[in-house]
């Protein structure tokens, strides 16, 4: 089992960066897959990048490529989410999640999820 907590949102402006960090637990981090999701106020969780056991494999929604970039240091347990040229419409509550299967985009494919960290971009 794994227990995930994120960090680094905030309140930024339009155009501004912040960089999410996910802290694991467990002695068995580099064996997931990792996600990050994020909700709106009234909408569904929407998926936003995820990233294979090893790093080696990124995907992104449409909606952040190129803005977004997810990563992660095995070492330190942790998974992160630079999150660049950022709009209001990014203004959400995102979490982290972890899967024992290689990544995924669906909500479905992962076990272990984060409390989300608030992020709120200011037009």
């Known amino acids: 089992q794994v227990q995930l907590v994120e960090s680094g949102g905030g309140l930024v402006q339009a155009g501004g960066s912040l960089r999410l960090s996910c802290a694991a637990s467990g002695r068995t981090f580099s064996s997931y897959g990792m996600g990050w999701f994020r909700q709106a106020p009234g909408k569904e969780r929407e998926f936003v990048a995820a990233i294979s056991w090893s790093g080696g494999a990124t995907y992104y929604a449409d909606s952040v490529k190129g803005r977004f970039t997810i990563s992660r240091d095995n070492a330190k347990n942790t998974v992160y989410l630079q999150m660049n040229s950022l709009k209001p419409e990014d203004t959400a509550v995102y979490y982290c999640?972890?899967?024992?299967?290689?990544?995924?985009?669906?909500?479905?494919?992962?076990?272990?999820w984060g409390q989300g960290t608030q992020v709120t971009v200011s037009s």
């Open positions: 999640a972890a899967t024992v299967r290689t990544m995924g985009f669906s909500r479905m494919t992962y076990e272990y």
